[in-house]
Nanobody, 120 residues
């Protein structure tokens, strides 16, 4: 059974940095396209970064040049390094596979997410 545990979200000042972690079980992250997504209140959930098994990455324009997605295959963990954060980065951040929809009953599966708040 797939389990995704996001962590690392904090209150941070504009211009600051933080690193989010996604610890996976039930899948091997190195063989999936893995993505980070975020959802602000009243907004839809959007992908901000993705990494392919071969290591190629892509980013939403809003975070390009500031965020970096990476994997540690030995730890089966995906990371999102967030630098020079802005108030508009405030959201709950989730990780998931990009092309596979895991199910729990009638719903798509997502982890609990981790809250990032950027505020002075």
């Amino acid at each position: 059974q797939v389990q995704l545990e996001e962590s690392g979200g904090v209150l941070v000042q504009p211009g600051g940095s933080l690193r989010l972690s996604c610890a996976a079980s039930g899948i091997i992250v190195s063989i999936y396209d893995m993505g980070w997504y975020r959802q602000a209140p009243g907004k839809q959930r959007d992908m901000v970064a993705a990494i392919a098994p071969g290591g190629s990455t892509n980013y939403a324009d809003s975070v390009k040049g500031r965020f970096t997605i990476s994997r540690d295959n030995a730890k089966n963990t995906v990371y999102l390094q967030m630098n020079r954060v802005k108030p508009e980065d405030t959201a709950v951040y989730y990780c998931n596979t990009v092309h596979t929809k895991w199910r729990r009953g009638n719903n798509d599966y997502w982890g609990q997410g981790t809250q990032v708040t950027v505020s002075s």
